[in-house]
């Protein structure tokens, strides 16, 4: 059976996600575990990004979590970028 989610994105018209990425922020004296969720409407022209705390992550998210994460640094790191 499945579960329902603990996190609900909403969507405004034809707006999209596109990207789930998830991300270790540190501070001074803290850590925090989010997942950045970036969504688009091309008909707009229009982008947002919404973000997922860790007591709204379902149990999946936060199994995928440092894999994806690590992929995504990986997937950065492939891409050679020039500053104009």
């Given at each position: 059976?499945?579960?329902?989610?603990?996190?609900?994105?909403?969507?405004?018209?034809?707006?999209?996600?596109?990207a789930?990425?998830?991300?270790?922020?540190?501070?001074?004296?803290?850590?925090?575990?989010?997942?950045?969720?970036?969504?688009?409407?091309?008909?707009?022209?229009?982008?947002?990004?919404?973000?997922?705390?860790?007591?709204?992550?379902?149990?999946?998210?936060?199994?995928l979590?440092k894999?994806?994460?690590?992929?995504?640094?990986?997937?950065?790191?492939?891409?050679?970028?020039?500053?104009?």
């Open positions: 059976m499945k579960h329902p989610p603990q996190c609900q994105i909403d969507l405004k018209g034809s707006e999209r996600i596109v789930v990425i998830p991300e270790t922020i540190t501070g001074a004296g803290y850590r925090n575990f989010i997942i950045r969720v970036h969504i688009v409407d091309y008909t707009k022209q229009t982008w947002r990004e919404e973000c997922i705390q860790p007591d709204e992550q379902t149990p999946m998210m936060i199994a979590f894999p994806l994460e690590q992929a995504h640094e990986v997937m950065l790191g492939e891409i050679e970028t020039v500053k104009e």
